[in-house]
């Protein structure tokens, strides 16, 4: 079976041939996030090292690893300035952004 046909579970072998590091995590959530983003604009990518990472963060890094292909692509992806997004103003339910809750404003 080739790594393109892959069952849910099944390890995929790493061939340094086909599949590039573009980046590298200590902490989880951010490989996860990073790996949601490519996977949402169909790129084929892994976390190499995951399971360490997620046990003790600060001695592994995940390691997030996409097809030579779309090595490119990744890059790109990843690097979109997220601070640029503009919510909608005043949108009903949400608070102010510049408004900050605290317990005492509750009573």
Same mark, same amino acid.
């Given at each position: ?21 573009? $980046? ?6 951010? !490989? ?8 949402? !604009? ?5 976390? &190499?090292?995951?399971? $360490?990472?997620?046990?003790? $963060? ?8 996409? &097809?030579?292909?779309?090595?490119? $692509? ?7 300035? &997220? ?25």
């Amino acid at each position: 079976m080739s790594n393109e046909q892959k069952e849910p579970g099944e390890t995929i072998d790493f061939d340094p041939e086909r599949y590039v590091q573009i $980046a590298r995590y200590l902490e989880p959530f951010e !490989a996860q996030m990073a790996k949601g983003v490519l996977e949402s !604009a169909s790129l084929e990518c892994f976390l &190499h090292g995951e399971n $360490a990472n997620n046990l003790l $963060a600060p001695a592994f890094s995940a390691r997030l690893m996409v &097809h030579k292909k779309d090595e490119e $692509a990744a890059r790109r992806l990843l690097e979109t300035d &997220h601070q640029r997004v503009e919510l909608p103003q005043n949108s009903p339910g949400l608070p102010e952004a510049s408004s900050t809750t605290t317990d005492k404003d509750d009573e």
